[in-house]
């Protein structure tokens, strides 16, 4: 059987209570659900306006994020609606899957809620329903779990840094400082102009601020180019063991160009400085893991230009900060890191192979 969106939901958001992002509270009484990634915005103590006819279904009407929720909540700021079924006995479960499976386009920040209310949904018997929800239920649980897996590894990595170096900015153990620019061989950032040499079938990749993260240069994103033969481009190739930092907009991101991405020839974008180290002192990717620790972002914070826009120039990279252990200890690290990125990569396998699985599913109990 398939029902209309009106068939089974009734717009129930004029009965929450909306609570302002600044009201949130890292603790509290009652929940706070809205339109953002996390399922749970913030906390707070207050008791009037509490919505309490759970299960719901909530949606991000800016978006586009649909969540289930079953324990009375209030309600964060706003482009949230609540939804309730018409459906005597509804299982609130099924409904919220068969909603995450409807195309809404994504047309920016703007209102889909209209998009939304024009699915037709397949409504089976309560059985079948109950079957349906106990599968997803399962390939979502393994999914988290592995999601979780992947932020404990990057946990790891930071404590194992502090375990090794302390606290990198109160250098308890002593270490020598420095400034970046004793140890920068060469230094460099890209030029404006490259869109019309970025093509589906590149040869070589074009690196853009979204790419680096996490001091690591992520590739499931990055732009296909051929590059021009010419003194511009040369210069903005990278190498093995380059550090790449942002400069621009999202200040201080990191990371470090293996092997793979330097063979393959890569270039970057004007958002990006390229950083050559001495590296028979400083190991780039101890250097990345500092910069993004508390005492590199504060670094960044304070020599951000906000005169005109945010942006670094290359005296302030020069200028940065650093303490500096001894090389054994910092390749130790590094071999560290390597190991854990090779358990991070099978568990983003096992992750990525049960979203296929997921998505076949969908497609499956929803088309």
């Not at 969106?5 to 509290?28: H, L, Q, V």
């Not at 021009?228 to 380059?242: F, I, L, Q, Y």
Request: net charge negative; aromatic share 10%.
């Amino acid at each position: 059987m398939i029902k209309s969106f009106d068939d089974i939901f009734e717009d129930r958001t004029k009965n929450g209570c909306k609570i302002k992002t600044d009201e949130y509270c890292d603790s509290g009484l009652h929940i706070i659900i809205d339109q953002g990634q996390d399922q749970i915005a913030g906390y707070t103590d207050m008791e009037e306006g509490l919505f309490v006819d759970v299960p719901a279904i909530v949606f991000g009407d800016h978006t586009r994020i649909i969540k289930y929720v079953d324990e009375p909540f209030f309600l964060g700021a706003d482009g949230v609606k609540v939804l309730s079924s018409k459906l005597e006995d509804a299982n609130y479960k099924y409904l919220y899957y068969a909603l995450k499976n409807v195309r809404i386009p994504n047309t920016g920040y703007n209102r889909h809620f209209k998009w939304l209310k024009e699915a037709s949904i397949r409504y089976p018997g309560s059985s079948e329903q109950e079957s349906i929800v106990r599968v997803l239920d399962k390939v979502s649980s393994m999914i988290t779990s592995r999601q979780e897996m992947l932020k404990k590894f990057d946990e790891l990595i930071k404590s194992r840094f502090v375990e090794m170096f302390g606290d990198p900015k109160l250098n308890p153990k002593g270490f020598r400082t420095c400034q970046m620019g004793e140890h920068i061989e060469f230094l460099t950032s890209g030029s404006r102009g490259w869109a019309r040499y970025c093509v589906e079938d590149g040869a070589e990749w074009f690196i853009t601020i979204k790419n680096v993260k996490d001091c690591h240069i992520l590739l499931d994103s990055i732009q296909p180019i051929n590059a021009p033969n010419s003194m511009e481009a040369k210069r903005t190739r990278v190498e093995e063991g380059d550090l790449l930092i942002s400069i621009t907009a999202d200040l201080g991101r990191t990371g470090v160009v293996t092997k793979e991405i330097a063979d393959y020839g890569a270039y970057i974008n004007q958002h990006l400085t390229c950083i050559r180290l001495s590296k028979d002192v400083l190991e780039p990717l101890y250097v990345a893991y500092y910069m993004e620790s508390e005492a590199g972002k504060e670094q960044f914070a304070a020599r951000n230009q906000t005169g005109v826009k945010a942006g670094l120039n290359f005296e302030a990279i020069k200028s940065l900060k650093l303490i500096v252990p001894p090389k054994g200890l910092q390749k130790d690290f590094v071999s560290f890191v390597n190991q854990v990125d090779k358990s991070k990569a099978d568990v983003q396998k096992s992750l990525d192979e049960m979203r296929l699985v997921y998505d076949s599913l969908m497609q499956i109990y929803f088309q």
